[in-house]
């Protein structure tokens, strides 16, 4: 099993809502991401937990408010967004991969995404 | 700087034909290399992988082939089928110092197969 779950699949919000994006894993892995995608792009990673611990913040603004609530969830607080950050929000997740001298990821599994307007 | 590269943003072949989708990397850390493929507002769906110690993985229809002295690699879908129309990204990531979780992506290559 290969499933990574998302919710809400469509969120529409306005710039003074607060609201938040869940995602859900039961494949054990201990690595969680959220990435942003817009349209033909690539996806832009956002924050990286590693075993609950946040280990990556890719300069993402403070509206944007990770947690990690035990090894197979993670949340994505939203709060004061703009327009601009309407996009597909993926979250994924991946073992590790041990190298010399730290640690890489191995193959990362998308969950099906949250298509997030911002009114 | 752009350290996965998909210099075609787009590829139409005949169905039942072979699909070659083409992808290069700068990064001399990288030792594992993915194709996702991705249709319209859904998550990229893991498709093969390979390791830098192989120069090719099949799975099913799909191969792999990673020419490291050319910092190359190209994914094969025989045959094509419609279904196989999405977006394809390559992605690479490695160890380039401490603990790198980053999967670093090309920009995609649209692949449409005619029926």
């Known amino acids: 099993d290969t499933e990574v779950t998302q919710t809400p699949k469509h969120l529409v919000m306005g710039m003074t809502n607060k609201k938040s994006l869940k995602c859900e894993q039961h494949m054990g892995h201990r690595a969680m991401y959220w990435y942003k995608q817009k349209a033909k792009k690539p996806p832009e990673l956002m924050f990286v937990y590693s075993y609950e611990k946040l280990s990556i913040n890719e300069s993402v603004p403070s509206r944007f408010s990770p947690e990690c609530p035990n090894s197979s969830l993670l949340n994505l607080h939203l709060h004061a967004l703009q327009p601009e950050d309407s996009a597909l929000y993926l979250c994924?997740?991946?073992?590790?991969?041990?190298?010399?001298?730290?640690?890489?990821?191995?193959?990362?599994?998308f969950g099906p995404g949250t298509r997030l307007t911002v009114l | 700087d752009q350290q996965v590269k998909q210099n075609s943003p787009s590829l139409s072949v005949q169905e039942g034909r072979i699909s070659i989708l083409n992808c290069d990397y700068t990064n001399s850390m990288f030792d594992y290399f993915l194709w996702y493929k991705k249709y319209p507002a859904e998550g990229p769906t893991f498709l093969i992988s390979i390791s830098s110690i192989k120069d090719k993985n099949e799975d099913g229809r799909f191969t792999v082939f990673l020419n490291k002295s050319a910092k190359h690699l190209s994914l094969h879908i025989v045959p094509s089928q419609p279904g196989d129309s999405a977006v394809y990204f390559c992605?690479?990531?490695?160890?380039?110092?401490?603990?790198?979780?980053?999967?670093?992506f090309g920009k995609g290559t649209l692949l449409t197969v005619n029926p």
């Open positions: 992605a690479a990531s490695g160890n380039s110092g401490g603990s790198n979780y980053k999967l670093t």
């Open positions: 994924a997740s991946s073992q590790e991969r041990g190298l010399a001298g730290g640690y890489s990821t191995d193959t990362q599994y």
